[in-house]
């Protein structure tokens, strides 16, 4: 006898789920190479799902300190910023290159919460983070083939539940926090730690995708597929 047909899988309205590859949703304006300044999975992963071909060029000895009484936003901005120059000014850069780069903070008010230097210093991250609201920066530079170029840092505030310890390191125990600013990751394990989210989710992940989208749009740098 014939096994049964397992149901089909269903999306959450209930109706039938789309396995279907997804289509592109952009196209770049022709003769424009997108260059990534990041090697940040969860960007390559957004660029991949608009549909834009991409070449990454990583940024080396650019990571610059926060300055004495710069806000958040300020130095996610000016790192996005450094990271774009210094790809911008690389061997692998073109005359048609348009170079994206972003830098994403974790802040807790004026303190900047950076990637945890061992395991110890993970765990007062979280420590401090469990049961607060806290904000995620992430800034954004474009620098354009027309020379011109535009940025912007975008917030989002995030409330933590509030974990007891055991929780806190056994997270800490499973790897994630090691290269994380703040020490979590909100796409990864650590999604389950945070309660609630205001303000765009892609910046809490790392690129701030509805602004750009605008941007590149409005600048008439890509456009929508027909």
């Given at each position: 006898t014939a096994a049964p047909l397992a149901p089909p899988e269903l999306a959450p309205s209930g109706g039938p789920m789309n396995t279907a590859p997804l289509q592109p949703l952009f196209l770049l304006r022709p003769g424009i190479r997108l260059?990534?300044?990041?090697a940040s999975p969860r960007r390559r992963q957004f660029m991949d799902e608009w549909g834009l071909p991409y070449t990454i060029v990583r940024p080396t000895g650019v990571e610059p300190r926060p300055e004495h009484g710069e806000t958040p936003a300020a130095y996610a901005l000016r790192a996005a910023t450094a990271k774009a120059r210094a790809v911008a000014a690389s061997a692998d850069a073109g005359a048609d290159d348009l170079i994206l780069a972003a830098d994403t903070v974790v802040a807790l008010g004026h303190d900047i919460l950076g990637k945890p230097a061992d395991d110890a210093d993970a765990l007062d991250m979280l420590r401090r983070l469990s049961g607060r609201e806290h904000v995620v920066i992430t800034g954004v530079c474009c620098?354009?083939?027309?020379?011109?170029?535009?940025?912007?840092?975008?917030?989002?505030?995030?409330?933590?539940h509030a974990w007891p310890e055991d929780v806190l390191r056994a997270y800490v125990r499973s790897g994630e926090p090691a290269d994380k600013a703040g020490a979590y990751a909100i796409q990864g394990q650590g999604a389950f730690l945070v309660e609630s989210v205001?303000?765009?989710?892609?910046?809490?992940?790392?690129?701030?995708?509805?602004?750009?989208?605008?941007?590149l749009l409005e600048g008439g740098w890509m456009r929508p597929v027909d």
């Open positions: 260059v990534l300044a990041s620098l354009f083939p027309d020379g011109s170029s535009a940025g912007f840092a975008d917030t989002s505030a995030v409330r933590f205001h303000g765009s989710w892609s910046t809490v992940v790392g690129l701030p995708v509805s602004r750009l989208a605008a941007l």
